[in-house]
């Protein structure tokens, strides 16, 4: 699936944008679930398990900032993974054992969908080793104007810059102002509905407001190498207390392969996503609680 010069482009890059990873009929059915699931947000009054509401959701006028695990939601969204290309990058990039950590799928309704600031997965779940990605699957075309997924080339091999806000609480998102952010070497990750973004759980990455008067709905999914267990972090993603419950969900998150038993542990930078933000619920509320600094 992936050429030699597209897995080198991601170690060196920390990011990578692959061409038509699904088809077109996948595409429809996921467009035809997606608006469906927006549909039944109409009544919605307050955020919940679901819906993540923007301000201005109202029954006439639906307005989401996200819809939360959308493979639990609905089993397409799980059946894709193994039914596109997907998978298989997933086996390239992460080994043959590859558990799915959480999916969310982001809209950006036009001319104004939220912002979502300079930020590093890692912090909110750090790992043993950090061979951890996120995919963006582009349900819409993306291009410059409808806020696009940016990157900073090469910062997941950088430092883990502090996520706190003035008081010292996480607030999920860097300071603009730090010396080790340099905005002027953001790269913007655009390309046609069915495109996927990959990019390393290090890597800083935000997007824009949507400027436009097109939507651009974004289908993510956080992934790991089934050898990376998380230390800590949002709702710790590993959240049974019996023994019996935590194997179940093991075996519950595999895209393919065997749970791992031995955990890899490598040298690499660790920060924790604690003292927590007045709400964690999403990085949207955490960002906005945390009263997160923008660069936007």
């Known amino acids: 699936m992936l050429s030699n010069e597209q897995k080198n482009f991601y170690s060196d890059e920390g990011y990578l944008l ?23 947000s109409r009544p919605i009054k307050e955020s919940n398990h679901i ?20 493979h639990q939601v609905d089993k397409y969204f799980w059946d894709v993974i193994k039914e596109s290309k997907i998978e298989q990058v997933l086996i390239e990039l992460l080994g043959k054992n590859v558990s799915l950590k959480t999916s969310k799928l982001n809209t950006k309704y036009p001319e104004g969908g939220s912002a979502v600031e300079w930020h590093q997965d890692w912090v909110f779940y750090p790992h043993t080793n950090d061979d951890v990605l996120a995919l963006g699957l582009m349900l819409n075309d993306v291009d410059h104007e409808n806020g696009p997924l940016m990157v900073i080339p090469k910062s997941h091999k950088g430092p883990v810059l502090s996520h706190e806000n ?9 300071n603009p102002s730090d010396p080790s952010f340099d905005y002027n070497k953001a790269v913007s990750l655009t390309g046609k509905a069915g495109s996927m973004t990959i990019h390393h759980a290090r890597t800083l990455h935000g997007s824009a407001v949507n400027k436009s008067d097109r939507t651009r709905n974004i289908l993510f999914y956080e992934c790991n190498s089934a050898d990376a267990w998380p230390l800590v972090g949002t ?46 619920g999403s990085i949207f509320t955490t960002q906005k609680t945390g009263k997160a600094k923008s660069a936007f």
């Open 166 to 174: 003035d008081k010292g609480l996480f607030c999920g998102a860097i």
């Open 51 to 70: 819906y993540d509401l923007e301000k201005g959701h109202n029954e006439n006028n639906p307005r989401l900032t996200r819809i939360k695990q959308p």
């Open 18 to 40: 692959v061409e038509d990873v699904i088809s077109s009929l996948q595409l429809k059915k996921i467009l035809e679930i997606t608006n469906d699931l927006i549909e039944k």
């Open 235 to 280: 709702g710790a993603y590993l959240k049974n207390t019996s023994p019996v419950n935590l194997w179940e969900q093991l075996k519950s998150q595999m895209v393919c392969g065997d749970v791992c038993l031995t955990p890899r542990m490598t040298n690499i930078p660790i920060r924790v996503p604690l003292p927590p933000p007045p709400d964690y």
